[in-house]
């Protein structure tokens, strides 16, 4: 009998090896052979397999892959992930109170660059100032990512900008034509939020130790799983696309894009995203109010500049704005 | 004129903005100044803690006031600035309704969180590189600041 941790590890290097998408049956003694297995241990490993949701086709002398589930699952993100650096490593959880909050403790454990966190459910999901930002179980995409440029820390705020960006670009491959940014980081789609971003720098004044980007997607929710005082201004993938969307495929794809677009960043910044921000913001030549602590002013969005600031006319003056909340008054 | 109407006259005084304050009663005289330490010329990031000093004594035995002026309790010179490494807002605070990471006076450990500095909604926790005691709080909650202000003065223990 094997303990409990190293049949879930045999029923890992199981998984791997008959994850196949063509259909093809395994021999068992076979399998039992190249995984240094009794035949009853590789029988353990499966029935373990199937507990978590895989189907599985099992004869007496062989095994066949037939499904996945629906899970967020190191193995399934790992499966067929085509970057070099981000989701190269990965923590997967169920429920968690927040992604961010345990990659920031890996990270400050030494965590490599790229490494992610996810989880099913997060209980205490945090938003900017320690807002809340609901997530149910099974229905959306949590997910932190440890990132360690070597830049000045003033050059961190865009890398917000950049996942947004990421974002917006893996959604529009699903619904082309109806996503939006909203200045600095939500993203919309057809103008209600369908996913958040909180991004955490640790730095000393000359170097960045880490970034800790959060990233909250509304995938598979439906109208109903939204609580009534969100559902006006939430909404999600499903819901915009009529039909339920593949998690993982879609997080897969997004690691892809985000990692395209940090390894710009990283020669230089912004520069050649400037012109898909632009494209993507909702808010150019929007009149908006800008709230920052007490203050608040009002004026016209004319542009979005080369490092991502919000370029605001106020009373005929034009003034690069990096922080704020933005409500738009009139489109 | 006894110890608890002195105290009171002292506490007035440290209240008020005055310098100095001079009351006599049946004969007897008090004067009480304070000083209010390097408020004018010094550039925020070398200044020093507002100290009040206040000095009471009785008329009957006068003596120059300079001479009861103190030199100033902290060395300035050895204090500790936590500067913004960005350009953006200051938070002091982790929400809207909770307490500030950090008070005046408040005895501070190497690396303990003292605000947030946010830019294009990226949220840079600032911490202390030494241990020591909260002398300064030089800026506002939710207002913004530059790269490089000093926001916090640090006495290292």
Redesign the interface.
């Known amino acids: 009998m094997l303990t409990n941790s190293k049949l879930e590890n045999l029923a890992d290097q199981l998984l791997l090896k008959i994850r196949t998408q063509s259909g093809k049956s395994f021999n068992l003694a076979a399998l039992s052979k190249s995984l240094k297995a009794s035949p009853d241990d590789i029988r353990s490993a499966i029935e373990q397999i199937s507990q978590w949701n895989y189907g599985l086709q099992t004869g007496s002398r062989d095994v066949k892959f037939i499904s996945a589930p629906d899970s967020i699952n190191a193995t399934e993100i790992g499966y067929g992930l085509k970057t070099k650096l981000i989701g190269r490593h990965v923590h997967c959880y169920q429920s968690v109170k927040s992604t961010n909050d345990l990659a920031v403790r890996l990270a400050e454990t030494g965590a490599p660059e790229g490494t992610i966190v996810t989880a099913e459910q997060q209980t205490g999901g945090r938003g900017?100032?320690?807002?809340v930002w609901h997530s149910p179980p099974g229905c959306g995409v949590y997910l932190s990512v440890i990132l360690r440029p070597i830049l000045h820390?003033?050059q961190?705020?865009?890398?917000?900008?950049m996942t947004a960006l990421a974002l917006a670009e893996t959604l529009s491959e699903e619904l082309p034509g109806k996503i939006k940014i909203k200045w600095?980081?939500d993203v919309l789609i057809s103008g209600k939020k369908t996913a958040g971003?909180?991004?955490?720098?640790?730095?000393?004044?000359k170097k960045i130790s880490y970034?800790v980007v959060g990233v909250g997607i509304n995938v598979n929710h439906r109208s109903e799983d939204f609580p009534d005082e969100l559902k006006p201004i939430a909404t999600s993938v499903r819901i915009n696309l009529r039909k339920k969307c593949d998690r993982i495929a879609l997080l897969q794809r997004f690691l892809v894009i985000l990692e395209k677009e940090y390894q710009q960043y990283r020669t230089s910044l912004l520069k050649n995203s400037h012109k898909k921000l632009r494209m993507y913001s909702s808010l150019i030549g929007s009149e908006v109010s800008l709230k920052?602590?007490?203050r608040e002013i009002c004026g016209t969005v004319v542009d979005i500049d080369a490092n991502?600031?919000l370029m605001l006319e106020i009373d005929g003056q034009v003034r690069a704005i990096?922080?704020?909340e933005v409500t738009v008054i009139k489109r | 004129m006894n110890e608890k109407y002195i105290r009171r006259l002292i506490a007035l005084v440290e209240e008020s903005e005055i310098e100095s304050l001079e009351v006599s009663h049946w004969g007897r005289k008090i004067k009480i100044t304070q000083r209010i330490n390097g408020q004018s010329a010094a550039p925020a990031f070398v200044q020093p803690v507002v100290q009040r000093e206040v000095s009471a004594q009785p008329a009957s035995a006068p003596s120059p006031t300079a001479a009861q002026e103190k030199p100033p309790v902290a060395d300035t010179s050895k204090l500790v600035a936590v500067k913004s490494p960005m350009v953006g807002t200051f938070y002091a605070a982790p929400a809207p309704d909770a307490d500030p990471y950090v008070s005046l006076n408040e005895r501070i450990r190497v690396s303990q969180v003292v605000c947030i500095v946010e830019a294009m909604k990226l949220m840079n926790e600032i911490e202390s590189e030494v241990a020591g005691r909260v002398v300064e709080i030089l800026a506002e909650n939710a207002q913004p600041v530059e790269f490089g202000q000093t926001l916090f003065l640090i006495d290292p223990e």
């Open positions: 900017r100032f320690g807002r820390p003033e961190a705020p865009g890398m917000s900008i600095p980081n971003i909180l991004t955490e720098l640790a730095a000393d004044h970034v920052s602590g007490r991502g600031a990096t922080s704020g």
